[in-house]
T-cell receptor, first 114, second 115 residues
């Protein structure tokens, strides 16, 4: 069974601070996706990383896939209240077509205070 | 284009009852996946359907079942409800074709409360 350990579980910070969320596993994934979910809504994809060592930037968000494709991180620079939400990492298994099955981390609830 | 639509959004059932949830995927998407989201377990994969066939299944008891219709709409059913089945049930669609990105497009979910 593939597991993704996401940390921290909760993060409460002030506007303008930086933060990093980690997603770790002992398993190799063919890709790693990051989603953001707001209350009353379904998760929405932020980014997909596919290549070991890959770094992707989305405005103030920086995503990195570990060299061995077992871990990933999400770094937010100068957080804003609009960044508040549940952040989820999700891995697609390396053993072939996943057919809709992603392994999700437990999520990080981020609260950014004005 | 319209997103993934799930109905009902909220429902309350009692133990022992059964429930059917519905999902209409994005137009043109042929793959529909179902996930259960709870505070303790997070998002857990239930099953995936493509062209009316179940292609993948998670580790849930047989009380959880699903089906897909020829128009790609999908339903999931939970029989003999237990308190622990209280959760947000999320449906997600993808084109389901070889080479698609794997991104899941989620609906807003159906929140089930079992009393």
């Amino acid at each position: 069974t593939q597991l993704l350990e996401q940390s921290p579980q909760f993060l409460s910070i002030q506007e303008g601070e930086n933060l990093t969320v980690y997603c770790n596993s002992s398993s190799v994934f063919s890709s790693l996706q990051w989603y953001r979910q707001e209350p009353g809504e379904g998760p929405v994809l932020l980014v997909t990383v596919v290549t070991g060592g890959e770094v992707k930037k989305l405005k103030r968000l920086t995503f990195q896939f570990g060299d061995a494709r077992k871990d990933s991180s999400l770094h937010i620079t100068a957080a804003q209240p609009g960044d508040t939400g549940l952040y989820l990492c999700a891995g697609e298994g390396a053993g072939g077509t996943s057919y809709g099955k992603l392994t999700f981390g437990q999520g990080t609830i981020l609260t950014v205070h004005p | 284009k319209a997103g993934v639509t799930q109905t009902p959004r909220y429902l309350i059932k009692t133990r022992g009852q059964q429930v059917t949830l519905s999902c209409s995927p994005i137009s043109g998407h042929r793959s529909v996946s179902w996930y259960q989201q709870t505070p303790g377990q997070g998002l857990q994969f239930l099953f995936e359907y493509f062209s009316e066939t179940q292609r993948n299944k998670g580790n849930f008891p047989g009380r959880f079942s699903g089906r897909q219709f020829s128009n790609s709409r999908s339903e999931m059913n939970v029989s003999t409800l237990e308190l622990g089945d209280s959760a947000l049930y999320l449906c997600a669609s993808t084109p389901g074709l070889a080479g698609d990105t794997g991104e899941l497009f989620f609906g807003e979910g159906s929140r089930l409360t079992v009393l």
